[in-house]
């Protein structure tokens, strides 16, 4: 059964951000492959015109596959940029699939749909403290202000601390695979998590 979710707010900012995130991958996928960036235009087309949830779980599909197939070849792999702005999408789906099929397709106000993406950014969080060999890939300085982030809702402390923690990841992590993968895509899993919560916010106060 089709459910109309166009016009549900919650939904529409988390297409928002996905649209953007794309739109970026686009631009670094040029410089590597002009016929992939072209495929995942197509993509973005799709994505603009999502209206219910049928056109939006094959989207959804077709995006996994896109980004599955992609990232085998590890010249696309190792670029961490392209990785975070083509698999933060990924994680903003996995989302608002909670949310949508969580709550049998109803609209949420902002506030509740925050909650559960709050709720689980501080699982993700969890999830990077207890990381094996966390030590092996961060400095102690560093894993303490993950620790922190564990411990504070301030959306402004959060995304200063974060970008602390990224901007080492970025610099410190060489290749992608194995331990190292699987670290940087909690920490992209975190950064979608993290800048949902902040543009709901945002739309919060704003109202």
Same mark, same amino acid.
């Given at each position: 059964?089709?459910?109309?979710?166009?016009?549900?707010?919650?939904?529409?900012?988390?297409?928002?951000?996905?649209?953007?995130?794309?739109?970026?991958?686009?631009?670094?996928?040029?410089?590597?492959?002009?016929?992939?960036?072209?495929?995942?235009?197509?993509?973005?087309?799709?994505?603009?015109?999502?209206?219910?949830?049928?056109g939006w779980s094959?989207?959804?599909?077709?995006?996994?596959?896109?980004?599955?197939?992609?990232?085998?070849?590890?010249?696309?792999? $190792?670029?961490?940029?392209?990785?975070?702005?083509?698999?933060?999408?990924?994680?903003?789906?996995?989302?608002?699939?909670?949310?949508?099929?969580?709550?049998?397709y109803q609209d949420?106000?902002?506030?509740?749909?925050?909650?559960?993406?709050?709720?689980?950014?501080?699982?993700?969080?969890?999830?990077?403290?207890?990381?094996?060999?966390? $030590?092996?890939?961060?400095?102690?300085?560093?894993?303490?202000?993950?620790?922190?982030?564990?411990?504070?809702?301030?959306? $402004?402390?959060?995304?200063?601390?974060?970008?602390?923690?990224?901007?080492?990841?970025?610099?410190?992590?060489?290749?992608?695979?194995?331990?190292?993968?699987?670290?940087?895509?909690?920490?992209?899993?975190?950064?979608?998590?993290?800048?949902?919560?902040?543009?709901?916010?945002?739309?919060?106060?704003?109202?």
């Amino acid at each position: 059964m089709k459910h109309e979710i166009a016009e549900f707010d919650f939904f529409e900012r988390g297409l928002a951000l996905m649209v953007a995130s794309l739109d970026d991958g686009t631009q670094l996928l040029t410089e590597l492959s002009q016929e992939q960036s072209e495929a995942l235009d197509i993509l973005i087309d799709r994505l603009v015109d999502v209206e219910d949830s049928e056109g939006w779980s094959e989207f959804n599909h077709d995006l996994k596959g896109f980004d599955e197939e992609l990232f085998q070849d590890e010249k696309y792999l $190792n670029d961490k940029e392209l990785y975070l702005a083509l698999t933060e999408p990924v994680y903003l789906g996995k989302y608002l699939d909670l949310l949508l099929i969580g709550h049998n397709y109803q609209d949420l106000n902002l506030l509740s749909a925050q909650e559960v993406i709050k709720d689980n950014f501080a699982s993700v969080i969890q999830k990077i403290i207890t990381f094996p060999q966390l $030590n092996n890939h961060f400095s102690d300085e560093v894993i303490k202000v993950i620790k922190i982030l564990a411990t504070t809702t301030n959306l $402004n402390d959060l995304n200063e601390g974060f970008l602390i923690v990224f901007a080492q990841a970025l610099q410190e992590f060489k290749i992608l695979k194995d331990e190292t993968l699987a670290l940087f895509d909690l920490l992209v899993e975190t950064d979608a998590l993290l800048s949902y919560w902040s543009f709901l916010t945002s739309d919060i106060d704003a109202e």
